[in-house]
């Protein structure tokens, strides 16, 4: 009887696995971090599970989870919490995403925020003047702030809107509009978080030939100067590419400032490597693989 109730089960949970695409992705990553005079071991995996199904009028109709690990500062490392879900719809040029899903900054479907980070950790973008702009995005936090984020496109047109309810962190709303015209892009943010004010951001990015640039600028009720960041890339060859930023005013104490490098070694795998001036004047540095899957 037991053996006929585990295969009639197997079949039950094959059948609810063909009904949907499941699909796995993410990277891991591994080296040396040096932060202010402390050199530490690094690594950090990730893994996305995202299952997606379609009904009948042609609705996509998703959901994913994150499995991640990462190190400490004293060289330890732990395994972080099953993340909370993100679930999707998809339609045409319509998207809307639910629960612990990214707002627009985050997304940067309107405007790119991040830039061209440097090193194998990011040690350095173009948000680092930016503290006091909600970026939120899927976290493998214990608890984490639910959105809601609606994006249309269509003919080089984004628009995009979100807004996250007070859950453990304040109540903001967010809405941006982008435009894509060949090569390049132009877009603006403008966001109101109930504790801390309101704020806006624009920017610019685009690429020629084998060189790529970013600059984004932006304010906020409690900011004394404007926050702004640009960072570059130069493609040498096939394998190799090398990345320059710089970034101040906002919540920076000090201009940062950095460089870094990615060397592809084929199958996902790549070196990468940086050394910045973070905005608080300190010196980081960090060198290691990452592999993407």
Known sequence: MKKILIASTALIATAGVAAADVTFDGYGRFGLTHNDGDTNLHQ??????????????????????????????????????????????TYGGFNAEFGNASD?????????????????????????????????????????QQRITATYSNAGL????????????EEYWQVGAGYRFGDYNVGAVYGDNEFTG??????????AGDFAFQAVVGDHDLYDDLAWG??????????????????????????????????SLGGGVSLRGGVANNADDNTEADFGVRFDF
Do not use: M
Not at 52 to 75: F, H, I, K, M, W
Not at 158 to 169: L, M
Not at 237 to 246: E, F, G, N, P, R
């Open 104 to 144: 627009v900054i985050d997304a940067e479907n309107v405007v790119n925020f991040f830039g061209y980070g440097a090193g194998l950790t990011y040690i350095l973008e173009t948000d680092a003047a930016f503290g006091l702009h909600d970026a939120n995005g899927l976290s493998n936090d214990e608890e984490s």
């Open 44 to 89: 950090r995996f990730r893994l996305n599970i995202t299952a997606a199904t379609e009904t009948n009028g042609g609705v996509e109709v998703y959901g994913t989870v994150r499995l991640q690990a990462d190190s400490n500062d004293d060289d330890s490392a732990y395994g972080r919490p099953l993340s909370a879900g993100v679930f999707g719809l």
């Open 198 to 207: 309101d704020y806006w951001l624009v920017g610019f990015d685009g690429a």
């Open 158 to 169: 984004t628009v995009a809107a979100t807004f996250a309810p007070e859950a453990g962190a």
């Open 230 to 263: 640009a960072s570059a890339q130069y493609t040498l060859s096939s394998a190799t590419s090398i990345q320059a930023l710089v970034a101040g005013g906002g919540t920076a104490d000090n201009t940062a400032y950095g460089v870094g490098f990615i060397h």
